[in-house]
Nanobody
Framework: QVQLVESGGGLVQPGGSLRLSCAASGIIFSLYDMGWYRQAPGKQRELVAVINFSDTTVYDESAKGRFTISRDNAKNTVYLQMSSLKPEDTAVYYC???????????WGQGTQVTVSS
């Protein structure tokens, strides 16, 4: 059974930092591209950052320079280090695992991040 379990969300003041973690089980983690997405109330889910199986990273423009995605294949875990947080970063953050050939996609249950004073 595949599980992606996010943790690390919470309430933080503007300008603060958080580190999200996503622990994966039931998959061969090193074969998957791992991503973080977010969904704010009333908005569509959007990509924040992705790191592929060879550690190449891609960031949404809103995350560049503030967020860092990383992975630890030994721990089957992907991280999102977020700094200089803004109120507009408030959303539910979801972990995503994707593999091609065959196309296989898994989602976590999400973790709430609220940036507010």
């Amino acid at each position: 059974q595949v599980q992606l379990v996010e943790s690390g969300g919470g309430l933080v003041q503007p300008g603060g930092s958080l580190r999200l973690s996503c622990a994966a089980s039931g998959i061969i983690f090193s074969l998957y591209d791992m991503g973080w997405y977010r969904q704010a109330p009333g908005k569509q889910r959007e990509l924040v950052a992705v790191i592929n199986f060879s550690d190449t990273t891609v960031y949404d423009e809103s995350a560049k320079g503030r967020f860092t995605i990383s992975r630890d294949n030994a721990k089957n875990t992907v991280y999102l280090q977020m700094s200089s947080l803004k109120p507009e970063d408030t959303a539910v953050y979801y972990c995503n695992a994707k593999k091609f050939f065959p196309l296989t996609i898994h989602w976590g249950q999400g973790t709430q991040v609220t940036v507010s004073s």
